[in-house]
């Protein structure tokens, strides 16, 4: 098994379950999560540069640009260089995959592929804690009180962009857009899909595919 370095990154559209895997990896492997949305929102708290032009964009439910997350996904890529990682939400577009290929070769990329109804009833179901970015589903992984975030209390919204007559053209477009990231990953060899409607189910082919990179950091499988 290599000892260098594992660079790895999760693909899937909103509402695939990346984030659960993400974390699933990170605790079963000891690789550090890297998820944009948190680096995102750490750069609008601290009022960066970046942060600032990104609120602009998601104030107004658009999308935030190639050059604005590369430039804040490689600041923080740099400072991970004696570090196993694993992307979260990084690259979207090839224009951001090209990027990531100017700092280092990926050796692993997962690919989330859900099929369009399941992402529809998780996303339409999905409300969130703005300042934090975590994430309730009403059905599977309800709060504990209606509405308000377990941690804090402060109330939970549920973004436009989750709004049903809004997922479908949110989905389209994410399909759009990685379509050319996931082609470019699978002729490199490094692109493992797995399809399904729960996590559950897919999460112990996703364990076997990273153990064949990187030893688990405890010998227990995740359940």
């Known amino acids: ?6 660079r790895a990154v999760v693909l899937g559209p909103p509402g695939s379950g990346k984030g659960t895997v993400c974390q699933r990896i990170a605790e079963s492997f000891g690789l550090q999560h890297l998820s944009s949305g948190h680096f995102l929102r750490q750069n609008i708290r601290a009022k960066s540069e970046v942060g600032v032009l990104a609120k602009q964009y998601l104030e107004r439910g658009l999308l935030v640009p190639d050059h604005v997350i590369t430039s804040v996904m490689m600041m923080e890529l740099e400072k991970k260089q004696s570090q196993h990682w694993l992307l979260d939400g990084f690259p979207r577009t090839l224009v951001q995959a090209e990027a990531l290929d100017r700092l280092c070769e990926l050796d692993l990329v997962i690919n989330l592929n859900i099929p369009f109804e399941t992402l529809k009833d998780r996303l339409s179901a999905r409300w969130i804690h703005p ?8 059905e599977f992984n309800p709060p504990h009180v209606h509405g308000i975030d377990d941690i804090t209390g402060e109330p939970l919204i549920q973004r436009e962009d989750d709004k049903p007559d809004a997922v479908a053209a949110r989905l389209r477009k994410y399909k759009d857009a990685a379509k050319p990231v996931i082609e470019l990953y699978k002729s490199r060899g490094v692109l493992h899909s797995f399809s399904g409607t729960e996590t559950n189910k897919i999460w112990p082919y996703v364990y076997t595919v990273v153990s064949s ?6 010998s227990k499988e995740a359940d």
């Not at 098994?1 to 594992?6: D, F, I, T, V, Y």
């Not at 300042?131 to 009403?138: I, K, L, P, Q």
């Not at 990179?213 to 405890?218: A, D, F, G, L, T």
């Open 213 to 218: 990179k990187i030893r688990p950091v405890s």
């Open 131 to 138: 300042a934090s970015g975590r994430v309730y589903n009403m």
């Open 1 to 6: 098994m290599a000892s260098k370095l594992l």
